[in-house]
């Protein structure tokens, strides 16, 4: 037995409006849920709201966090919080966190794996998109889990105001922390990732970077090397890298067909220095990367979605989860509903979907591979189960 849905309010956050939030999913359901995930906007009393929501579900196995948009089955909002609910006997839940990404996210990620049950098969991750190192975060993840169990899930956002994430735990609102929902049981789950850009120009070796800080590209300060990628253009850095973000071109970084991207956040003018969203390791290659059209977008999130189907080995779709960059949502602009409709029509447009527009997105590159934290690409996750 599987059931799933999604409900969507724009009210001013209280308990009050958590309470009806909370009742309408149960409603919906037929009964309290399993597992929850709620993902809204920042704002005033959310943590009123959270308790409220939290209070009627009465399932400890809720996570979340705020965004850049909220995707549901009804497709995509803003400033509105949306919660999905599964009742099931074919999956066990069961949530965990940690805090002080900001101090060490590789020991962060370690200790949340721990927390985890043995037979965990599948992860959905949500961190602080501001602090700590997501990077760092999932590859100590993946130093406990390894690539049997699949990760996916992404970074906490707050409307592109860039001050402060938070995400949720049960009725407890943290910062600086990641949350993970882990499931165990008979299902199968499937991931696709693409991204819509590809590589563009001359590659270039990696001579100095420290984190996600790039100082030299092929000896020469990166700044430099990336202004004369762009042209007329480099004078709308950082901003135009939402549009030619780095490729990591290196086999091991591959998505198939495309590079892991990495959007620019800042440029240092001192030292000629790029800071990215994610690492880009010392000694890796680089190159630009173009292509980031509407049209190619829509095209990257569909493959993304048929991939993901295929990776559930003929079982059968049961549930959508959408974590998708904000970079990409600001280039769809108007499109960006429809992203979500030709997820659902190449899944299933009669199931449930949840997600959000993230600040970094987790996903394998490919299937039965590790996680990697990701920028600017559309992720899809699907669960599925056996006929």
């Excluded at 999932?138 to 105001?161: E, F, K, Q, W």
């Excluded at 890298?241 to 071109?249: H, R, T």
Aim: hydrophobic content about 40%; overall charge neutral.
């Amino acid at each position: 037995m599987f059931n799933a849905t999604t409900v969507v309010t724009n009210q001013p956050y209280s308990r009050e409006a958590g309470l009806r939030l909370g009742r309408d999913l149960v409603s919906r359901l037929g009964r309290n849920p399993d597992a929850c995930w709620l993902f809204c906007a920042p704002g005033a009393r959310m943590e009123e709201f959270v308790g409220g929501v939290y209070e009627t579900v009465k399932t400890p196995n809720l996570v979340g966090c705020t965004t850049d948009g909220e995707i549901s089955t009804s497709g995509f909002s803003v400033s509105s919080a949306v919660l999905a609910g599964i009742v099931t006997d074919r999956v066990r839940f069961r949530v965990a966190s940690v805090t002080g990404l900001r101090t060490d996210s590789e020991r962060a990620g370690r200790e949340l794996a721990k927390k985890l049950p043995v037979d965990t098969r599948h992860v959905q991750l949500l961190s602080d998109g501001l602090t700590g190192n997501g990077c760092a975060l999932v590859r100590g993840i993946n130093h406990s889990l390894g690539p049997r169990v699949v990760i996916s899930g992404g970074t906490a956002g707050d409307a592109r105001m860039f001050k402060q994430t938070w995400q949720f735990e049960g009725n407890r609102v943290l910062t600086d922390s990641a949350v993970a929902i882990a499931m165990s049981g008979n299902f199968e789950v499937g991931t696709g990732v693409r991204s819509g850009w590809f590589p563009a120009g001359a590659t270039k070796k990696v001579t100095r970077s420290r984190g996600n800080v790039v100082y030299e590209l092929d000896g020469e300060p990166a700044l430099s090397v990336y202004r004369g990628y762009l042209g007329p253009l480099a004078n709308r850095l950082p901003a135009v890298g939402v549009q030619f973000p780095f490729g990591l071109v290196d086999e091991m970084f591959r998505l198939g067909e495309d590079p892991i991207l990495r959007a620019p956040m800042a440029i240092g003018e001192s030292d000629g220095s790029v800071t990215f969203a994610g690492e880009i390791p010392e000694g890796s290659t680089v190159c630009l990367t173009t292509g980031g059209t509407v049209e190619k977008l829509m095209d990257a999130s569909r493959e993304a979605a048929r991939r993901a189907v295929e990776a559930l080995k003929g079982t059968k779709p049961q549930m959508i989860f959408f974590y998708s960059c904000m970079a990409r949502k600001i280039l769809l602009g108007s499109r960006t509903g429809a992203e979500i409709e030709n997820i659902r029509n190449t899944v299933g447009d009669n199931l449930p979907a949840i997600g959000f527009y993230t600040y970094g997105e987790f996903c394998p590159n490919v299937s039965g591979a590790e996680c990697h934290l990701h920028n600017e690409t559309a992720t899809v996750t699907v669960l599925g189960l056996p006929y």
